[in-house]
């Protein structure tokens, strides 16, 4: 006993969302994994590994990695810093910003992860609820003055995006660091990549896991001024990108316009799901991610989700304020949609 410290013993550990056992036939729309496969490139690039690199430890800065994203994002090399999927670059920036003294601030509902993070550190975590309408409340998360302050955008699990000028207002309004965690950027509209150059308390976050459809490679980055990364660099795992992701996620940014296909399909997929759930009684809201925040029309969405369970479709349901009325659907091939479509007309009929 008491080998751990109190704020551990006493936080709550992150929840993932459910990975059924290989093999299983579900239809999967609760984690908001891509539907679509990898790049044929990564998978080629996969096929060819030399195993002799293995032997040996990879490049702590995953060179290759940071110039394909150089050339693809137009940034220079020293303003990316890789990380083993975007989750390890936010430890990265809790460890060097966050300790017990310090604020943590974010908007709910969002991404939890930001939460565990700030109770790992012991720090004090200010939630400012996003607006009725959950956009988000620029002025509120200006006032909270955080040394830390963490944005996903678009958000999950509202699937929303603030305009880049709220951002900007936002990055302008705080004198601490601004972290904009883009996982999902590869579906919106826009981005605020331009906001690394313009502001220096500014942190971009990207991943391969939903745009690039690779979240089991674990791979990510930062991208920010060089004089930012260099202190999150200090809290770097030294290896934190092994050889084997690094090669293959380099074939993945190399290939942007399979991403952007792809994108371009989950994108019309979603619009359509979003046109037909609404036939059905959902209120949905508008999605710049590859999910869709949706209402049943009696509010009971803990049991449209058991329902949805037992017919073999998962989706994301959260028992937390706010969101006890909703689901988060991932949005799936034609035929996944479909199939959610069809166990739902199922359920509502009692078959
Ligand atoms: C899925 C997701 C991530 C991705 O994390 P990885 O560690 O890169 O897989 C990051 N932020 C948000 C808000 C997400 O939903």
Known sequence: MGYFLDNIEAMAPYVPGEQPPPG????????????????????????????????????????????????????????????????????MIARA???????????????????TQARIEDARCVEVPLQEDFSLPV???IEASGDVTFVANPNSPTG????????????????????????????ADGDALDLARRFENVVILRTLSKGYS???????????????LSGLL?????????????????????????????ADRVRASRDRLAGELGELGFTVWPSQANFLMVRPGDGDAGRVAANLKERG?????????????????????????????????????GA
């Open 24 to 91: 299983r036939r579900v239809v999967k729309l609760n984690t908001n994994e891509n539907p679509y496969p990898p790049s044929p490139a990564v998978l080629d690039a996969l096929r060819t590994f030399d195993g002799d690199p293995l032997r040996r430890y990879p490049d702590a800065m995953a060179g290759a990695l940071r110039q394909a994203v150089s050339e693809v994002l137009d940034v220079p090399r020293d303003w990316i810093l890789p990380g083993n999927g975007s989750d390890d670059l936010i430890m």
């Open 97 to 115: 910003c966050v300790a017990p003294h310090r604020s943590v601030v974010y908007p709910t509902p969002t991404f939890e992860f930001y939460h």
């Open 139 to 141: 002025d509120a998360l």
């Open 160 to 187: 929303l995006a603030a305009p880049v000028d709220a951002l900007a207002a936002l990055a302008d309004g705080l004198s601490g660091l601004l972290v904009i965690d883009e996982a999902y950027v590869d579906f």
């Open 214 to 228: 690779l979240a089991g490679l674990r791979v990510g980055w930062a991208v920010a001024r060089p004089g930012l």
């Open 234 to 262: 200090k809290t770097k795992a030294i290896y934190n990108v092994g050889a084997l992701p690094c090669r293959l996620g380099t074939a993945a940014v190399r290939d942007q316009d399979y991403k952007n296909q792809c």
């Open 313 to 349: 479709v998962l989706v994301r349901y959260y028992d937390k304020p706010r969101l006890g009325d909703k689901l988060r659907i991932t949005v799936g091939t034609e035929e996944e949609n479909r199939a959610l479509l069809d166990a739902l007309a199922a359920a509502r009929g």
